[in-house]
C-alpha cells in the first residue's frame, strides 16, 4: 500500500507570496492532518480534516488554511507569506478522526526569502 | 491545551546498550501515546503507541510504559543498533480528535 505523498518536496518563496501544499492520504484513509515543524518551536499541529470538513484546527493565524477533497486528498495555502513561515509542512493520515493512528508524508520544506 | 514535556534532549549509547526516553503529559484526558521516528529528511515514522488502558507494550527491541496516575510514559530501545540513530518523539492525544500534541524530541546518537 503505498504511504502518505506530498507535494512539492521543497519550495522556495519570497515574502508576501502565497503557496499551496498538496497531500495525498493512504488509500481508504479519511482523516488528514497538517503539522508544522520548525528547529525552535517543534512539531506544532495546524488542522484537521475528515470528510472534507475541518474537524480541528490549532493555534495559527487565519492566513493557514485548507481544504479536503472528495477523494480525501488536501491542500493547505499560506497566504502573505512571511520569514517564519520557513519550515517544513508535515501533512498525516489516518482512517478516522478519532484516535486513529497517523502515518506522516515526507513533508514539503518551504523557504520564505 | 496539553503539554508534553519529553527528556532528555540528546542521548548517546554504546551499540548494544540500552536507551530509555521519558516524556509527561499534563491533561489527564489524554488517552493514546504514539512514539515516532524521524530520520534526516523524511518524515516521522510510528514505531509504537500505547493506550491508557495499557500499561506495557512490547514490540521486538522496544517498548513503550506508562503510568496514568504519574502521567508519564518511557520508550525503552534494546540492544541499539547505530540504525536506531535517529530523532524520537513522543505524543499525546486526547478522545476529541487526532490532534496530536508533541514533545520537543529526543536526538538518540548509537556508537558503532
Known amino acids: 500500500k503505498a504511504g502518505v505523498t506530498q507535494t512539492p518536496r521543497y519550495l522556495i518563496k519570497t515574502r508576501g507570496q502565497q503557496v499551496t501544499l498538496s497531500c495525498s492520504p493512504i488509500?481508504?484513509?479519511?482523516?488528514v492532518s497538517w503539522y508544522q515543524q520548525t528547529p525552535g518551536q517543534g512539531l506544532q499541529f495546524l488542522f484537521e480534516?475528515?470528510?472534507?470538513?475541518?474537524?480541528n484546527k490549532g493555534n495559527f493565524p487565519g492566513r493557514f488554511s485548507g481544504r479536503q477533497f472528495s477523494n480525501s486528498r488536501s491542500e493547505m495555502n499560506v497566504s502573505t507569506l512571511e520569514l517564519g513561515d520557513s519550515a517544513l509542512y508535515l501533512c498525516?493520515?489516518?482512517?478516522?478522526?478519532?484516535?486513529?493512528?497517523?502515518?506522516f508524508g515526507p513533508g514539503t520544506r518551504l523557504t520564505v526569502l | 491545551g496539553e503539554n508534553v514535556e519529553q527528556h532528555p534532549s540528546t542521548l548517546s549509547v554504546q551499540e548494544g546498550d540500552s536507551a530509555v526516553i521519558k516524556c509527561t503529559y499534563s491533561d489527564s484526558a489524554s488517552n493514546y501515546f504514539p512514539w515516532y521516528k524521524q530520520e534526516l529528511g523524511k518524515g516521522p515514522q510510528l514505531i509504537i503507541d500505547i493506550r491508557s488502558n495499557v500499561g506495557e507494550k512490547k514490540d521486538q527491541r522496544i517498548a513503550v510504559t506508562l503510568n496514568k496516575t504519574a502521567k508519564h510514559f518511557s520508550l525503552h530501545i534494546t540492544e541499539t543498533q547505530p540504525e536506531d540513530s535517529a530523532v524520537y518523539f513522543c505524543?499525546?492525544?486526547?478522545?476529541?480528535?487526532?490532534?496530536?500534541?508533541f514533545g520537543t524530541g529526543t536526538s538518540l546518537t548509537v556508537i558503532p
Open positions: 488509500s481508504g484513509h479519511r482523516s
Open positions: 480534516y475528515f470528510s472534507e470538513t475541518q474537524r
Open positions: 498525516a493520515s489516518s482512517f478516522t478522526f478519532r484516535q486513529g493512528e497517523q502515518f
Open positions: 505524543a499525546a492525544t486526547q478522545r476529541t480528535g487526532n490532534q496530536f500534541y
